[in-house]
């Protein structure tokens, strides 16, 4: 194992989807000082070996969209998902329109099968940034409908605005709340509209019960499971780098949280994310 990582957790019994990963992203390490990153194809095969067969790479801006499309397009084990973060849209002021726009043409490419992730951040974007989030939800919106792309939600402390907003558009016919992050009420009200409900590494946490409620009232055909790595590494990992390989810790303690057989658990799980995302895709061998 690469100094820095933690060690890998048992195989599951049953091959899952990372359906929400940065495989370009570095991650801090504590103990080495600087930056990790496992190159693409040792992070597929480290994932493959525990049962992590296939992964959504997906992007946050203009670069890492585009890097998604080309990782995808090299590797039949990844697909793309391409956006502009809510950040990053509020950032970009008089360029938003262009980007918007190349946004549009990457969601065009065959291996693209999700806009995303795009939404509402309300925690690290003030009340002056938020007319250009907004605007940009929407019309990420209307690029999932154009392309028939699966939207991803990015959804922090804005939940009643992300409803409402699909609410007066209208979601796509598949749609995910990445991360999930309310709690039961909110759960139920996302699942009405359609919605798949996303579970990170952040399920695990001690001050997390919210999260543990909203999973025992969601269907269980609408569960997905995530890592959002390098970041929100499970529990008792937290702290230090996530990678996809670490997804069976997640959904462990989501089966027994749950009361589910694992096996039961895992094949619910890829069922899911096919529908979710429109259909399967190759595994990783």
């Given at each position: 194992?690469?100094?820095?990582?933690?060690?890998?957790?048992?195989?599951?019994?049953?091959?899952?989807?990372?359906?929400?990963?940065?495989l370009d992203h570095r991650s801090w390490s504590k103990?080495?000082?600087?930056?990790?990153?496992?190159?693409?194809?040792?992070?597929?095969?480290?994932?493959?070996?525990?049962g992590v067969t296939r992964i959504v790479q997906v992007g946050c801006d203009l670069e890492s969209s585009r890097w998604a499309v080309e990782t995808a397009t090299a590797y039949p084990s990844v697909v793309a998902a391409v956006a502009l973060h809510p950040n990053d849209a509020a950032r970009l002021e008089g360029d938003l329109e262009a980007a918007l726009a190349e946004i549009d043409r990457l969601a065009a490419d065959p291996?693209?099968?999700a806009v995303g992730e795009t939404g509402l951040d309300y925690f690290r974007t003030?009340?002056?940034?938020?007319?250009?989030?907004?605007?940009?939800?929407?019309?990420?919106?209307?690029?999932?409908?154009?392309?028939?792309?699966?939207?991803?939600?990015?959804?922090?402390?804005?939940?009643d605005d992300v409803l409402a907003v699909i609410d007066e558009v209208g979601a796509p016919d598949?749609?995910?709340?990445?991360c999930f992050s309310g709690d039961a009420e909110f759960a139920r009200a996302c699942v009405e509209r359609g919605a798949f409900l996303s579970f990170?590494?952040?399920?695990?946490?001690?001050n997390a019960e919210n999260l543990?409620?909203?999973?025992?009232?969601?269907p269980h055909d609408r569960i997905l499971v995530e890592t959002d790595a390098p970041f929100l590494t499970p529990t008792p990992h937290r702290g230090q780098p996530n990678a996809s390989f670490l997804v069976p810790l997640t959904v462990r303690f989501m089966a027994d949280h749950l009361g589910l057989d694992l096996a039961r658990l895992c094949r619910a799980i890829d069922a899911n994310t096919d529908r979710a995302f429109g259909g399967s895709w190759p595994r990783r061998a």
């Open positions: 194992m690469t100094e820095g990582w933690p060690e890998a957790p048992e195989a599951l019994p049953s091959p899952v989807v990372d359906n929400h990963c940065h103990e080495l000082g600087g930056g990790l990153l496992i190159p693409v194809d040792e992070a597929l095969d480290r994932a493959a070996a525990v291996a693209v099968r003030g009340a002056a940034g938020r007319p250009a989030q907004h605007r940009s939800f929407r019309e990420h919106i209307a690029i999932a409908k154009r392309h028939d792309r699966t939207l991803v939600i990015h959804d922090r402390d804005a939940h598949r749609w995910v709340m990445h990170a590494g952040t399920v695990t946490f001690k543990r409620e909203a999973l025992l009232v969601t």
